[in-house]
């Protein structure tokens, strides 16, 4: 019997959880063999196949990241198929994140989180952390800071309802770089690869480590 939505779900994050996203892309490859026109799995795969991306060599990464910005951007157009409302707002928060708009994950976590969804706050965090970081490359500081502190605003709102999850925590060392906190921002990503069980070398925390070190360099 196919895994309902909350099962499959559960058993994804047990992956994404451990940062381990081809484990995860491997059981999602399986279930849209079985279901082709399921929208929920075709969202769960086009998420994780974006994020499993960054681990590969440049040519693959531009290849996987195009099938996964198309398969989103066909299933934002059958959106009135998908009547749960927290699935439109994962797949959207997932675009804006794929395609670099940070701004509008921003405002969408905003909006959500008027409307009583918890996870909006995790579309602000991310949002705001990653438009500081624009703004602070810049050299505009000032408007950079306001923003990273709205991301770690967002974080502390978010931890509280999913306190074991370690990806805030790469965009919280993000948000606390910017704003100066560079030990702060070493004590983030070092929680992140506790709560994964990655080494602190591990790539998604090196990438904070290097765009940090190159916002030192020039300004």
């Excluded at 769960?44 to 910005?69: C, F, N, T």
């Excluded at 934002?76 to 749960?84: F, I, N, T, V, W």
């Excluded at 060392?173 to 990655?198: N, Q, W």
């Amino acid at each position: 019997m196919a895994d309902s939505r909350a099962a499959l779900r559960s058993r994804v994050s047990r992956f994404i959880f451990a940062a381990d996203y081809g484990g995860a892309l491997a059981l999602l490859r399986r279930r849209r063999r079985e279901s082709p026109e399921d929208f929920f799995v075709a969202y769960e795969y086009a998420s994780v196949l974006g994020d499993y991306a960054e681990s590969l060599p440049p040519r693959r990464r531009a290849r996987a990241k195009r099938e996964s910005i198309g398969l989103m951007r066909a299933l934002l157009l059958r959106s009135r198929a998908e009547p749960d409302r927290r699935v439109l707002f994962a797949l959207k928060n997932e675009f804006y994140w794929q395609t670099g708009n940070r701004r509008a994950q921003y405002r969408l976590g905003a909006r959500e989180a008027r409307l009583g969804l918890g996870a909006g706050a995790y579309s602000q965090g991310v949002g705001a952390a990653w438009h500081a970081y624009e703004l602070a490359a810049r050299g505009r500081r000032k408007r950079a800071r306001r923003w990273a502190l709205r991301s770690v605003a967002a974080w502390a709102r978010y931890r509280r309802i999913k306190p074991g999850y370690y990806n805030p925590y790469v965009h919280l060392a993000l948000a606390l770089g910017v704003l100066g906190r560079r030990d702060a921002a070493e004590g983030a990503l070092g929680t992140a690869a506790r709560l994964c069980g990655k080494p602190p070398g591990y790539r998604e925390f090196a990438e904070i480590r290097d765009l940090l070190a190159r916002l030192s360099t020039s300004n």
